[in-house]
């Protein structure tokens, strides 16, 4: 793992591209030559998923499907008790463990805007954001049409390899 320092609109087009830049090239760049307190630190493995075995990344990406499944079932019964009895510490303990898998699909999977295995990063985006927006009583059927899509693409995905 190296650290690599970046210009916050530098790492975005980067991590956009899927290009990993050299530290001294985003370094000598005069915005962030002159914002130093504005630059990021990124911590870039270099053990990327697509360079793991892809029997391997495809039973990963599996249980990790069948993982954030079981915890979007759960969603329903937690948010009766929840509208019921009011917070109880399973509440924000679910919202994160829904966030944890989130981080792990990201380092796991990459990003959904870069394909591959990244759509399965997609599913626990749109079930992550079901959830918080399920808290507020707030329309989620959109999000659900979604998620159900992202739950297809990454399937195919998974087939893919």
């Known amino acids: 793992m190296r650290k690599t320092y970046l210009a916050p609109l530098a790492c975005l087009l980067m991590l956009g591209c899927g290009k990993q830049p050299e530290a001294d090239v985003a370094v000598s760049h005069p915005v962030a030559a002159q914002q130093q307190q504005e630059i990021a630190v990124v911590e870039v493995d270099d053990d990327k998923p697509s360079a793991k075995n892809p029997a391997d990344?495809?039973?990963?990406?599996?249980?990790?499907?069948?993982?954030?499944?079981?915890e979007v079932e759960k969603n329903n019964g937690l948010l009766r008790r929840y509208k019921a009895e009011g917070l109880s510490p399973e509440i924000p303990a679910?919202?994160?463990?829904?966030?944890?898998?989130?981080?792990?699909?990201?380092?796991?999977?990459?990003?959904?805007?870069?394909g591959g295995l990244g759509y399965c990063t997609g599913v626990i985006i749109y079930a992550e954001s079901i959830w918080q927006l399920s808290l507020g009583s707030?329309?989620?059927?959109s999000l659900a049409r979604s998620y159900k899509t992202a739950i297809h693409d990454c399937q195919s995905a998974i087939n893919e390899l």
Do not use: C, Y
Request: no cysteine; glycine share 6%; hydrophobic share 35%.
């Open 57 to 70: 990344m495809k039973k990963a990406a599996k249980q990790f499907l069948q993982e954030v499944q079981q």
């Open 94 to 114: 679910h919202g994160r463990r829904l966030a944890t898998l989130n981080k792990e699909a990201e380092k796991n999977f990459g990003l959904p805007i870069n």
């Open 138 to 141: 707030n329309d989620t059927a």
